[in-house]
């Protein structure tokens, strides 16, 4: 256990905490929140927003008493480009909160672990929970970080870990699902997912049985996601990889795409052409579907040639 520990302790409950993006600074540029920003509400200390963040950074915890807001852990892991980091995945401290916690935990979380002694609030972000090494807490790790480190052996049921894929079945709706995954391993959701799945992610698979929110595949530069109907902004700014949408797809479909290919079968606000034999061999192993069934399917974006 780290025995270095920021003590924060908190009469009200405050969004975007530990949050490394600050609230997608680059967006608001501290209209919204300033990193040098002293957190309101604490009692007997004036820690700012990013004194949480160096902290964790450093591998130090962080203790929270009383209940946190929404976005708590946003995108902890990463050590974004944006502040001058390398955009990789770094380790980092835990956040050990006694209390409860607001939506949208840990989205596009990558390493380190949230401990939680009350209640989360859905949707969750890309978080899983694990045994926990922690009495009277629930852990939880991101899915990006079961994937890449294998940790099937802590997955509480009704997920689970089945020869490299990750199987999320207990009907959570989380946002992000395997954000920046570049490991060749898969994630199943058994039911609905929040927004952004598979955002920035490299490599791998994401397959959702029931319908995405809204963008998904956001940002997608590798690998594969598949879901039912599809929100809006479904495949904006997707760089590679492959959206399939076996449903319908809302408005503004592959928005600012640079690269990748989308296929979907249902109505969506966009010209897609035919799909070729190569396609269909390709759409039949994915989906484990009819020929005929294939051959409804429309395709948009860059053409590529798939391994049959």
Request: net charge neutral; proline share 2%; glycine share 12%.
């Amino acid at each position: 256990m780290n025995l270095s520990v920021v003590n924060l302790e908190l009469f009200y409950l405050v969004d975007c905490l530990c949050d490394f993006t600050y609230d997608f600074f680059w967006q608001h540029r501290g209209s919204r929140l300033s990193p040098s920003s002293v957190i309101p509400h604490q009692t007997d200390t004036s820690y700012t927003y990013q004194d949480l963040v160096f902290a964790l950074k450093n591998g130090e915890d962080v203790n929270l008493k009383g209940n946190a807001g929404k976005r708590l852990g946003s995108s902890l892991g990463v050590d974004l480009k944006f502040f001058g980091g390398t955009g990789k995945n770094i380790k980092v401290g835990s956040i050990i909160v006694d209390g409860d916690v607001d939506t949208r935990m840990g989205i596009s979380m990558i390493s380190g672990a949230i401990y939680v002694k009350g209640n989360v609030k859905q949707p969750m972000g890309n978080v899983v929970e694990i045994g926990s090494d922690r009495q009277g807490y629930r852990k939880f790790v991101s899915v990006t970080d079961i994937l890449t480190e294998v940790q099937d052996e802590k997955i509480l049921p009704p997920n689970c870990m089945e020869n490299g894929c990750l199987y999320l079945k207990d009907g959570i709706i989380r946002d992000t699902i395997a954000s920046r995954l570049d490991v060749d391993r898969k994630v199943i959701v058994e039911g609905d997912a929040g927004m952004s799945t598979g955002i920035l992610m490299k490599n791998g698979s994401v397959r959702v049985d029931g319908d995405g929110g809204k963008n998904t595949a956001v940002l997608l530069r590798g690998g594969t996601i598949i879901t039912g109907n599809a929100g809006e902004f479904a495949g904006v700014y997707m760089k590679d990889g492959v959206l399939i949408i076996r449903g319908r797809a809302k408005g503004y479909l592959g928005a600012n795409m640079k690269g990748g290919t989308i296929f979907y079968k249902g109505d969506a606000m966009v010209t897609g052409v035919q799909v070729d034999e190569n396609d269909i061999k390709m759409l039949i192993r994915l989906l484990d579907i009819s020929k005929v069934e294939a051959m409804m399917f429309k395709r948009f974006g860059i053409k590529k040639i798939y391994t049959p």
